[in-house]
């Protein structure tokens, strides 16, 4: 398998881009491991982490594939492992923009909001689709959800399972911005 993401230098900003659109970009025991490894690498003139997608996905979630095939303790240490991943991203002491380009969904969105910043493009959605699958996110979307946009919007995204538009997201809280370009965006905006 080819490298499920690269980084690219932006002066402070560092972009890291989830690079297999075929399959959605998901977000597997390899991509978590690839980001654990950008963060480990980070350098000191990194003011910025931008994380983005490709060819209009951002991200699916988690590999279901991938956790379909895992017993008790095995689904277990994957959910620790997204769990950490997630609560390194929110204590970074970087700025951390998730630049949405596309389809956001499950632990997708919890990377995300794992994020100081979202800024979206306008086709972009915003899905937490657990229920439809009888699962529910395990890498702390359930609790940054409710803080970022209340109790009743975040438990209409969790019971619906449906997608929600930028426009809606921007509106409930969910993204800082819309722009054409969120990478570019996210890159010369000043904070």
């Known amino acids: 398998m080819s490298n499920p993401l690269t980084t690219e230098a932006h002066g402070d900003a560092l972009v890291v881009r989830f690079t297999r659109p075929d399959v959605r970009n998901p977000l597997s025991a390899d991509v978590i491991a ?3 490894n950008v963060i480990e690498s980070l350098s000191r003139e990194t003011e910025r982490l931008i994380l983005t997608g490709s060819d209009g996905v951002f991200a699916s979630g988690a590999d279901l594939r991938e956790v379909a095939r895992l ?6 240490g994957f959910a620790e492992l997204g769990q950490s991943l997630m609560n390194r991203i929110s ?5 951390t923009i998730a630049a949405v380009n596309g389809p956001c969904f499950g632990g997708a969105l919890d990377l995300a909001l794992a994020c100081k910043r ?9 899905c937490h689709p657990g229920v439809r699958l009888g699962i529910i996110t395990g890498w702390g979307g359930t609790q940054r959800l409710p803080r970022l946009i209340g109790e009743a919007r975040a438990l209409e995204m969790f019971f619906t399972a449906e997608p929600f538009p930028a426009e809606w ?5 969910l993204v800082d911005r819309i722009a054409e370009d969120p ?5 010369e905006e000043a904070f």
């Open 71 to 76: 017993d008790a303790a095995a689904a277990r």
């Open 34 to 36: 690839a980001l654990n």
């Open 91 to 95: 204590n970074l002491p970087v700025i």
């Open 169 to 173: 997201a921007l509106n409930a809280g």
């Open 118 to 126: 979202r800024i979206a493009t306008p086709a972009a959605t915003f």
């Open 183 to 187: 990478v570019l965006a996210a890159i």
